[in-house]
């Protein structure tokens, strides 16, 4: 599904609205059936969805698309989901192209391998031959006359064949930083690591050789005068004293004035079985800020923050964009890996009727400055998806994923870059 990601804010606007509602209830069937669990609740959603979806499509119909109707094997089979999970429990993942997969193995590579004429016969005798192939080498295998193979499958998934006793936090590669993860920690829906390294990225070549290593110098150098202060801020919640009174002010703030390490980057890992996942449910992916990204413009991702664990979904948390990582080590002998973090507000106090998708905007105080924190990185979900609100206009030839966060000034959570996205951001 790599068009859905941003499919819907891009025709939005641009076709009937009835459109967008047929695709956005197709999108959540799809979603839905996909979960690790589902209740009776969660049929209830999926009957809901797929009403909606039949109701909705009515207006290809109407422009003339199809005006023949809907007899589409694939959409009648969506009936049929409800009653067969109910009797077998979650797909979680089963394909309904699986007989397409086959047809290539039994039918195209063989036509392929054909003289073209009368292939049929040539087909068969490829598929039989191919059979007794894969017979005698399972015969072989279990005579030990040759090494038993592994399907490809397993080393994909989690360097489950050679990797099991390598715990994650050993990998090094850029690329093993997100995927499926074999390890699940305990009592824990996500654990976020700063990078092993600091001052540089996890990348053959380094993007920035030198970092700042005190607070002056960090806020010089990301151009935010007040980053004394929102350490203090962050360290005055830490160690648990009371609210800041107005009248007290910044003189009562703990001030730290020692060193620190700059990060690129860090690692969230999260339970989400309803994606590609390690053994126990697990997931990884990277989160970045940095400053100079494969030798080009600066990235700073986006992200969820928990601030509310009393709710669910949305509004147990908030988007924000990190702006910076670091680590200090403050009087008391603790370490505190941090993020430096631009908040976003909540456009409206539900999600958008015609996407479904909840809307954020940047956040700024009443004198025009960024509405910025410093947070402890045990408050971060995981990394969060931004699509902008395009509206009408057409979207210009400078606007990129580079710029895109800082030209916009509304976006749409993204809740269908993945199947866990989904199920945090409704």
Same mark, same amino acid.
């Given at each position: 599904?790599?068009?859905?990601?941003?499919?819907?804010?891009?025709?939005? #606007?641009?076709?009937?609205?009835?459109?967008?509602?047929?695709?956005?209830?197709?999108?959540?069937?799809?979603?839905?059936?996909?979960?690790?669990?589902?209740?009776?609740?969660?049929?209830?959603?999926?009957?809901?969805?797929?009403?909606?979806?039949?109701?909705?499509?009515?207006? *290809?119909?109407?422009?003339?698309?199809?005006?023949?109707?809907?007899?589409?094997?694939?959409?009648?089979?969506?009936?049929?989901?409800?009653?067969?999970?109910?009797?077998?429990?979650?797909?979680?993942?089963?394909?309904?192209?699986?007989?397409?997969?086959?047809?290539?193995?039994?039918?195209?590579?063989?036509?392929?391998?054909?003289?073209?004429?009368?292939?049929?016969?040539?087909?068969?005798?490829?598929?039989?031959?191919?059979?007794?192939?894969?017979?005698?080498?399972?015969?072989?295998?279990?005579?030990?006359?040759?090494?038993?193979?592994?399907?490809?499958?397993?080393?994909?998934?989690?360097?489950?064949?050679?990797?099991?006793?390598?715990?994650?936090?050993?990998?090094?590669?850029?690329?093993?930083?997100?995927?499926?993860?074999?390890?699940?920690?305990?009592?824990?829906?996500?654990?976020?690591?700063?990078?092993?390294?600091?001052?540089?990225?996890?990348?053959?070549?380094?993007?920035?050789?030198?970092?700042?290593?005190?607070?002056?110098?960090?806020?010089?150098?990301?151009?935010?005068?007040?980053?004394?202060?929102?350490?203090?801020?962050?360290?005055?919640?830490?160690?648990?004293?009371?609210?800041?009174?107005?009248?007290? #002010?910044?003189?009562?703030?703990?001030?730290?004035?020692?060193?620190?390490?700059?990060?690129?980057?860090?690692?969230?890992?999260?339970?989400?079985?309803?994606?590609?996942?390690?053994?126990?449910?697990?997931?990884?992916?990277?989160?970045?800020?940095?400053?100079?990204?494969?030798?080009?413009?600066?990235?700073?991702?986006?992200? *969820?923050? /928990?601030?509310?664990?009393?709710?669910?979904?949305?509004? /147990?948390?908030?988007?924000?964009?990190?702006?910076?990582?670091?680590?200090?080590?403050?009087?008391?002998?603790?370490?505190?890996?941090?993020?430096?973090?631009?908040? *976003?507000?909540?456009?409206?106090?539900?999600?958008?009727?015609?996407? #479904?998708?909840?809307?954020?905007?940047?956040?700024?105080?009443?004198?025009?400055?960024?509405?910025?924190?410093?947070?402890?990185?045990?408050?971060?979900?995981?990394?969060?998806?931004?699509?902008?609100?395009?509206?009408?206009?057409?979207?210009?030839?400078?606007?990129?994923?580079?710029?895109?966060?800082?030209?916009?000034?509304?976006?749409?959570?993204?809740? *269908?870059?993945?199947?866990?996205?989904?199920?945090?951001?409704?």
């Amino acid at each position: 599904m790599g068009y859905p990601l941003v499919y819907l804010p891009a025709i939005e #606007g641009h076709v009937p609205q009835d459109i967008v509602r047929t695709l956005r209830a197709f999108l959540e069937f799809c979603y839905i059936v996909r979960q690790n669990v589902i209740t009776d609740d969660t049929l209830s959603d999926l009957k809901n969805a797929l009403d909606r979806f039949h109701y909705h499509r009515e207006i *290809f119909r109407e422009v003339g698309v199809r005006v023949e109707g809907f007899s589409l094997p694939r959409q009648h089979s969506l009936v049929h989901y409800e009653a067969l999970i109910r009797l077998f429990g979650a797909p979680n993942g089963l394909c309904t192209s699986i007989t397409e997969s086959k047809h290539i193995t039994a039918v195209k590579k063989p036509w392929r391998r054909s003289s073209k004429y009368r292939a049929l016969g040539q087909i068969l005798r490829t598929n039989q031959r191919l059979a007794q192939l894969a017979a005698a080498r399972s015969d072989f295998e279990a005579r030990g006359m040759l090494p038993i193979s592994r399907p490809r499958e397993n080393v994909l998934q989690g360097n489950v064949i050679n990797g099991m006793s390598q715990h994650f936090d050993d990998m090094e590669d850029e690329h093993e930083h997100a995927g499926v993860v074999d390890d699940r920690p305990v009592l824990a829906h996500s654990d976020v690591k700063l990078a092993r390294c600091h001052g540089k990225c996890c990348l053959p070549r380094p993007c920035a050789r030198h970092r700042a290593r005190s607070v002056p110098a960090l806020a010089i150098e990301l151009g935010i005068p007040t980053l004394s202060t929102l350490i203090g801020q962050f360290l005055y919640e830490q160690l648990q004293c009371e609210s800041i009174s107005p009248s007290a #002010g910044a003189r009562r703030l703990p001030v730290f004035a020692s060193a620190l390490k700059v990060f690129h980057s860090a690692t969230a890992t999260f339970v989400s079985p309803s994606d590609p996942s390690g053994i126990g449910g697990m997931r990884r992916e990277k989160i970045r800020a940095i400053p100079v990204w494969h030798h080009g413009p600066a990235r700073y991702d986006t992200l *969820f923050v /928990s601030t509310d664990d009393t709710f669910n979904g949305m509004l /147990s948390m908030e988007v924000a964009r990190v702006l910076c990582f670091f680590s200090f080590i403050y009087t008391n002998g603790y370490s505190y890996s941090c993020a430096l973090i631009h908040w *976003f507000d909540r456009i409206a106090d539900e999600p958008d009727d015609l996407t #479904g998708m909840w809307m954020v905007r940047p956040s700024f105080m009443a004198d025009g400055s960024k509405n910025l924190s410093v947070i402890h990185v045990d408050s971060i979900v995981r990394g969060a998806h931004l699509l902008p609100i395009f509206g009408r206009e057409q979207v210009p030839r400078s606007v990129d994923f580079h710029n895109s966060l800082d030209i916009y000034r509304g976006f749409y959570v993204n809740r *269908f870059a993945d199947y866990h996205a989904f199920e945090l951001a409704s």
